[in-house]
């Protein structure tokens, strides 16, 4: 089990009236990011209290169980600890003492594994509620901090109290809408649009820049492109974003030229849906020779969580059912699809690479699938 019934943990109450599903889910990951507690609920048969490891600020807090996920577990050689559940179900450990914070955030963050090498032995338990364990997850994720928790910690204190199933209903892509939208030329062309979405459940407000004039007999080439505020902004050499935002525009500005449009769609979803913080992380493990998607997996992220569901939403609210998609994914083909989109035309966007990436490239070609 993960723990106790709410009831002891003084759990504010699943039924206020006052309260949706959606305003749980933005509650808690605002108690998550300042190091509150919060309590999952899955099912109605009891919540259980999960303090963050990475933020956690409960002094003198300890618990007998940790949750981590199975990515992290796999990189602690903790693979054969995991239940029943599955190979990506997350991971209930228990030690001999009770975890601390500080053994916590150890066991969650990759930067401490040198100072800390030796962990365990650890004995999991069976997960009792794995969709609240999995909701657990995706909240630090969604929180951008680490994937690692105290499960039912002493002192008892008030926790943000939740159920898995609101994760549902606040990330559902009927919330978002177009919030406003403004002539914007841009350097590549100046007959340019930008539209703002904006959703009633999340901070994030995406973007998208129409370039030339929208016409329902041509289809438009499209650029999905996630937030990267390394490389569109500071210019970064270790990954190709930047150099394919340029190149998109140009390619889009071409299109208008010559009677045609492009929609370029700028997602605020930073390292893959991992954020910016973690997203760092993962380049400082690079810099210890971990490819990327061995740093996501020593971080406990995935190596994909994009919300490829949004981007297929403001297409909608732009109505273009069809498009011409400019990437070198296959598996970004396939999820949009997926979400009803129609992709009539894959179109390459390769950039040559540089000394500080070709790496990066070569394994989004050999590990994630990339038509390099």
């Known amino acids: 089990m993960l723990g106790p019934c709410a009831a002891d943990h003084g759990v504010r109450s699943l039924s206020a009236p006052a309260s949706s599903g959606s305003r749980r889910v933005a509650l808690a990951l605002d108690a998550l990011r300042h190091g509150w507690a919060i309590a999952l609920e899955d099912g109605g048969e009891g919540a259980f209290t999960l303090l963050p490891a990475e933020t956690g600020f409960t002094p003198g807090a300890t618990a007998r169980h940790m949750l981590i996920s199975a990515a992290r577990a796999a990189t602690l050689k903790l693979a054969n600890q995991r239940d029943a559940a599955g190979p990506e179900s997350p991971v209930l450990i228990r030690a001999a003492e009770p975890f601390d914070l500080a053994t916590a955030r150890a066991l969650a963050d990759p930067s401490l594994d040198l100072v800390w090498p030796l962990k365990g032995p650890f004995v999991a338990e069976p997960i009792t509620h794995p969709a609240a364990a999995s909701a657990a997850m995706e909240l630090a994720r969604l929180a951008g901090i680490l994937p690692a928790f105290l499960v039912d910690p002493a002192p008892a204190e008030e926790a943000q109290g939740l159920s898995a199933a609101d994760l ?64 569109d902004v500071l210019h970064s050499l270790k990954c190709d974003c930047g150099p394919q935002l340029d190149a998109a525009l140009a390619a889009m500005a071409e299109e208008a030229g010559k009677g045609g449009w492009g929609v370029l769609l700028y997602l605020r979803q930073e390292g893959r849906g991992i954020g910016l913080v973690n997203k760092l992380r993962a380049y400082q493990l690079q810099d210890q020779g971990f490819d990327t998607v061995d740093a996501n997996n020593r971080l406990g992220l995935p190596n994909e969580a994009r919300d490829f569901p949004v981007a297929a939403r403001m297409l909608a609210l732009l109505q273009v059912p069809a498009i011409r998609l400019m990437t070198n994914n296959p598996a970004k083909v396939a999820a949009l699809v997926a979400e009803g989109v129609r992709v009539a035309e894959r179109v390459p966007h390769a950039l040559p690479a540089n000394p500080h990436n070709h790496a990066y490239l070569m394994t989004k070609r050999d590990r994630s699938g990339h038509l390099l």
């Not at 438009?220 to 390394?230: D, G, M, N």
Request: glycine content about 4%; proline content about 5%; hydrophobic content about 45%.
């Open 168 to 231: 549902a209903e606040w990330s559902d892509t009927a919330h978002l809408a177009i919030a406003t939208r403004a002539r914007l030329p841009v350097a590549p062309c100046e007959q340019a649009e930008i539209v703002a979405f904006r959703s009633t459940n999340d901070l994030r407000e995406h973007v998208a820049l129409v370039i030339g004039q929208q016409r329902g007999d041509v289809l438009p080439l499209v650029r999905l492109h996630s937030e990267c505020l390394t490389g």
